[in-house]
């Protein structure tokens, strides 16, 4: 399984775009890389994910170099609600795929 | 779609005694279902893999008399946490898998709300 590296805080202001970028050095060739966001004594919420260049949602766009070693979740005009703990996970090629959370970034919003 | 429903939500239980939480997929069948456990500031620790109809697969680490789990139909998992004591109380998360489709992507796990376990 692919380990990834992203930060362990951030801070941001009401209303600006956040990115948060996540370094996965070894990924393999059919992984793909998942975002989930979780908030205080909740479980995790899927918010994206994506193998190559640029995913966007409803929530969020991803941004993932044609090398593929890093991923950037970009939440645009961030709210007070948004602040919780993001992971940026690596998903491999078969079912029953185990999931490895890392520490996660603890993103807080500022009023 | 793809809502994950888990109960109890919070539970407080004497030492000794046991303690069963459920997991339900709502809108979907899944195959898999995992178990999670989360202490306060801590990331989520897998403790074990359910699959429908078979024995769950535990980490390592993870006692399986201690912590029960049933997989009977594609859209219930259990957990029983057997003879409680204080060092089980935690955080519990479930997550279960839809399998990808034909439009790519790889299998997503949907997650429960989570249970709160306070042994006393």
């Known amino acids: 399984l692919a380990k990834t590296t992203q930060p362990i805080s951030m801070d941001s202001y009401e209303g600006q775009e956040v990115n948060i970028t996540c370094s996965h050095n070894?990924?393999?060739?059919?992984?793909?890389i998942t975002w989930y966001q979780q908030f205080p004594s909740q479980g995790p919420r899927f918010i994206i994910q994506g193998y190559k260049t640029k995913v966007t949602n409803e929530v969020a766009s991803l941004f993932i170099p044609a090398d593929r070693k890093s991923s950037t979740l970009s939440l645009p005009r961030v709210s007070l609600s948004d602040t919780a703990v993001y992971y940026c996970?690596?998903?491999?090629?078969?079912?029953?795929?185990?999931?490895?959370f890392g520490t996660g970034t603890r993103l807080t919003i500022i009023p | 779609g793809a809502v994950v429903s888990q109960h109890p939500s919070w539970v407080i239980c004497k030492s000794g005694t046991s303690v069963k939480i459920e997991c339900r997929s709502l809108d979907f069948q899944a195959t898999t279902m995992f178990w999670y456990r989360q202490f306060p500031k801590q990331s989520l620790m897998l403790m074990a893999t359910s699959n429908e109809g078979s024995k769950a697969t535990y980490e390592q680490g993870v006692e399986k008399d201690k912590f029960l789990i049933n997989h009977a139909s594609l859209t219930l998992s259990t957990l029983t946490v057997t003879s409680a004591h204080p060092e089980d109380s935690s955080f519990y998360i479930c997550?279960?898998?839809?399998?990808?489709?034909?439009?790519?992507?790889?299998?997503?796990?949907?997650f429960g709300a989570g249970t709160r376990l306070s042994v006393l």
């Open positions: 996970l690596v998903v491999g090629d078969f079912g029953n795929e185990k999931l490895t």
């Open positions: 070894n990924i393999a060739t059919n992984d793909y």
């Open positions: 997550s279960a898998e839809i399998i990808s489709g034909t439009s790519g992507g790889r299998n997503i796990q949907y």
